[in-house]
C-alpha cells in the first residue's frame, strides 16, 4: 500500500478557508516602503473573496520595509535583526488592516509577538473564532522566533488553522520551469506534486515552509495578485496559476 504522504492531492473541491501569503515588497512602489494604493488595491482583492463567503486569513511580510537577513550579514545578532523584520511586518499588517475596513470588512490583527496597544496576541482558537465570525484576521509577527520567514509562519499558521490551502500571493502568474522574464521559452505548471518541485529546485517558498506543507498535505496555489480578480478566480477554480500538491 503506497504512502498517503505520496499519494497525490486535488485541488480542493470547495474552497472554504485560506491563507494569503503576501510578501512585504508587494506591498511598496519597487518593491520599497507602503504604497496605500497598492495597499487599497490588495484590500479591494482580498474584499471580494471575502464577499463569496470565504474566510480569509492573511500573512504579511515586511521586506519592503526591513530585511532581517541583510542587517545579519552586516554583523548585527541574527536574533535582533529578525525581531527588527518582526516589527515590519506589524506595520503592514496596520496599513492592511485599515485598508481592509475602509472597504467595509470587519478585520482583526493578530501579532506573535505581544504589543497589546496596537493589535491583539496571535491565540490559535481565539483567531479562528474571529474567521468563524466572517472577519478577516491579519497575522504579523511571524512565527514569533528569530531564524524563521515569513513563509514558515504562513505554512505554520495555515497549518494552525485548518485552511484548505495557502493562497501565495506573486507577481508572476504561477510557476515556470524557468524566470519567465529571463527565459521567454519558460513554460508554466498548471500543477506540480511537492516532490517535483522539490527535485527541479523550483523555490515555491522556503525549504522549512515547504517541508512543513508537504507534510501535512496543505495545497499551495501560486498566483498574480495584481491582475484584478485573480484572487477571486482562483478560489473559483479558474486556471489562472499553479497548484502546488
Not at 129 to 137: F, I
Not at 185 to 208: C, G, H, I, P
Not at 223 to 233: I, S, Y
Request: hydrophobic fraction near 45%.
Amino acid at each position: 500500500m503506497p504512502d498517503a504522504a505520496s499519494t497525490p492531492l486535488e485541488p480542493p473541491r470547495q474552497i472554504k478557508r485560506i491563507l494569503l501569503k503576501i510578501s512585504g515588497e508587494s506591498l511598496g512602489d519597487d518593491g520599497a516602503g507602503v504604497a496605500p494604493a497598492v495597499v487599497a488595491e490588495v484590500a479591494a482583492q482580498v474584499a471580494r473573496v471575502h464577499r463569496l463567503g470565504v474566510e480569509v486569513a492573511v500573512v504579511v511580510g515586511g521586506g519592503n520595509l526591513l530585511r532581517g537577513a541583510e542587517f545579519a550579514k552586516l554583523g548585527t545578532n541574527r536574533a535582533t535583526a529578525d525581531h527588527m523584520g518582526m516589527l515590519a511586518t506589524a506595520i503592514n499588517a496596520l496599513a492592511m488592516q485599515d485598508a481592509l475596513e475602509r472597504a467595509g470588512v470587519e478585520t482583526r490583527a493578530a501579532c506573535a509577538v505581544e504589543m497589546k496597544t496596537m493589535m491583539e496576541p496571535y491565540i490559535r482558537r481565539r483567531v479562528i473564532r474571529h474567521l468563524e465570525k466572517e472577519r478577516v484576521v491579519i497575522l504579523a509577527g511571524g512565527t514569533g522566533n528569530p531564524y524563521f520567514t515569513t513563509d514558515t509562519a504562513a505554512a505554520l499558521r495555515a497549518t494552525e488553522l485548518g485552511v484548505d490551502a495557502i493562497f501565495k500571493a506573486t507577481k508572476v502568474d504561477g510557476v515556470y520551469t524557468a524566470d519567465p522574464n529571463k527565459d521567454k521559452t519558460a513554460k508554466r505548471y498548471d500543477r506540480l506534486s511537492f516532490q517535483e518541485a522539490l527535485a527541479r529546485d523550483l523555490r515555491v517558498m522556503d525549504r522549512t515552509a515547504f517541508t512543513l506543507c508537504m507534510e501535512n498535505r496543505m495545497p499551495i496555489m501560486v498566483f498574480d495578485m495584481f491582475v484584478e480578480g485573480n484572487m477571486e478566480r482562483a478560489v473559483r477554480g479558474e486556471n489562472i496559476g499553479t497548484w502546488v500538491l
